[in-house]
Structures are given as structure tokens and as C-alpha cells.
């Protein structure tokens, strides 16, 4: 059974960090590329962040260029996305997704497995 699991969200003050994690297992996913999504209340789910599982490139989101990085731990298994200079416009539900085919930009509908999502929440 393929499974991505987040974690690491919680409540921070505005200019403060977290780093999120997706737990992937269940298949390989060599020639993937792996991202983050986030939706707020009200909002369309949008783009924030990709990185291809077998490489170094990475693919952000105007909105977080500079003060979020994806990575990748292909030992464990699991992809990062650490944030900093956090701004309440960033509060959402962040979704860890993964396209099999390796297709960018990642787009919600081509992403073949998802995670349930873990809350973030900036206050000001």
C-alpha cells in the first residue's frame, strides 16, 4: 500500500520556521517528482514546491522563493520542506503529492498519490 505521510505543522508566530516531512513507502518512486501543495480555507489548492527524487532540481512557487527548501532523503525515504520567515498568509493545509511521471510544472490532477495533509498556522 502506497502511503505518504506528513508531519511537522503546528502553530509558530510570523518570521518563525518549521520543517515538514512526507514519509513516502509502498513502491518505488525512481523517475517521480515529489512536491508540496497547500490549501487555506476558501482557496483553490495551489503549487508550492518540487523536487525530482532522483535529482537536484528544485522548482518553488513565486509566493515562497527564498524563504522555503525542498529536499529529499532518498535513504529514509522522505521528502523535506523546510520554512522560514514564515508570514500568515502562508497558514494552510500542506499536502505532500507525488507524480509518477515526472511531469513539471506539478499540477494537482496529474499527481497519482497524495498525503491527508498537516496544518500550518502563522499567527501575527
Known amino acids: 500500500q502506497v502511503q505518504l505521510v506528513e508531519s511537522g505543522g503546528g502553530l509558530v508566530q510570523a518570521g518563525g520556521s518549521l520543517r515538514l516531512s512526507c514519509a513516502a513507502s509502498g513502491r518505488t518512486f525512481s523517475g517521480s517528482v515529489m512536491g508540496w501543495f497547500r490549501q487555506a480555507p476558501g482557496k483553490e489548492r495551489e503549487f508550492v514546491a518540487a523536487i525530482y527524487w532522483s535529482g537536484t532540481n528544485t522548482y518553488y512557487a513565486d509566493s515562497v522563493k527564498g524563504r522555503f527548501t525542498i529536499s529529499r532523503d532518498n535513504a529514509k525515504n522522505t521528502v523535506y520542506l523546510q520554512m522560514n520567515s514564515l508570514k500568515p498568509e502562508d497558514t494552510a493545509v500542506y499536502y505532500c503529492?507525488?507524480?509518477?511521471?515526472?511531469?513539471?510544472?506539478?499540477?494537482?490532477?496529474?499527481?497519482?498519490?497524495w498525503g491527508r495533509g498537516t496544518q500550518v498556522t502563522v499567527s501575527s
Open positions: 503529492a507525488a507524480d509518477l511521471h515526472g511531469i513539471l510544472p506539478m499540477r494537482p490532477e496529474r499527481c497519482e498519490y
